[in-house]
């Protein structure tokens, strides 16, 4: 069984910083690619950031020189680094990995962790 927790969300002050963290656990072969969704209130989920296996990464637009995704592959851990924050940022951010176990290659997901942005 894989779990991916979350950890660093909260309320900030609009131009403040969050950093976010998400471990992975349990039985796992491999991680391939992991990345961080969001989900505003009213909207659909969309994709914040990615970070492949081999270290390249991407981006939204909306985040582009602001946020910053990294890997501890040691660790099977991936953190958004989440630096002038908006409050049009405020949403609930899930951890995503690709993974492969004993049972094959799966996509799995955290429970998800509120950021706030707002004065």
């Known amino acids: 069984q894989v779990q991916l927790v979350e950890s660093g969300g909260g309320l900030v002050q609009p131009g403040g910083s969050l950093r976010l963290s998400c471990a992975a656990s349990?039985?796992?072969?491999?991680?391939?690619?992991m990345a961080w969704y969001r989900q505003p209130p009213g909207k659909q989920r969309e994709l914040v950031a990615v970070?492949?296996?081999?270290?390249?990464?991407n981006y939204a637009d909306s985040v582009k020189g602001r946020f910053t995704i990294s890997r501890d592959n040691a660790k099977n851990t991936v953190y958004l680094q989440m630096n002038s924050l908006k409050p049009e940022d405020t949403a609930v951010y899930y951890c995503?990995?690709?993974?492969?176990?004993?049972?094959?290659?799966?996509?799995?997901w955290g429970q998800g962790t509120q950021v706030t942005v707002s004065s």
């Open positions: 349990g039985t796992i072969f491999s991680i391939y690619a």
């Open positions: 995503n990995a690709d993974i492969r176990t004993w049972g094959g290659r799966s996509d799995y």
């Open positions: 970070a492949t296996s081999s270290g390249s990464t």
